[in-house]
């Protein structure tokens, strides 16, 4: 299924986007990838700030190809939209989408569920995916980046 058919679907919603938005986003990005190191903070937390930044991740490829997701199931479908966008493995998708159940079940039922070593992974995970995403967007969507100083 492409992005187009998701359109068709309902899922998602056409979009111009603009190098703030874009600047933003991945102020966003690196805003949460230096709060999750926060150590005075529980492991869910942390964990929970490292997935936001993988979910902003995906968001940010989304709204360079010009579709921000609609409501319903947000962050299932912002994940999965990485194989549609940079083109992402399903291996990756994957442990993503196990990350966002493991986020949701520390935020919404139980605490001290994240390990350490879990939050080490998805603070890896998020790291790696910033850095696909932007090398994708410098590839696919340089008007959407900012210039080097």
């Not at 299924?1 to 056409?14: D, F, T």
């Not at 102020?27 to 490292?50: G, Y």
């Not at 994940?79 to 992402?88: D, M, P, R, V």
């Amino acid at each position: 299924m492409s992005l187009a058919e998701w359109l068709k679907n309902g899922w998602l919603i056409k979009h111009e986007t603009s190098r703030q938005e874009i600047s933003h986003l991945l102020n966003l990005i690196d805003r949460d990838l230096k709060d999750c190191r926060n150590v005075t903070l529980s492991c869910d937390w942390r964990f929970n700030i490292a997935f936001n930044a993988a979910l902003q991740c995906a968001k940010t490829a989304l709204a360079a190809s010009g579709f921000p997701s609609a409501k319903g199931s947000h962050h299932y479908r912002v994940i999965y939209s990485l194989e549609h966008t940079i083109g992402a493995d399903k291996k990756t998708i994957h442990k993503l989408d196990a990350f966002r159940k493991k986020r949701n079940a520390s935020e919404y039922n139980h605490a001290g569920t994240v390990s350490a070593m879990e939050l080490e992974e998805m603070i890896a995970a998020a790291r790696a995916l910033r850095a696909s995403v932007e090398e994708w967007m410098r590839s696919n969507h340089p008007r959407l980046m900012a210039e080097q100083s």
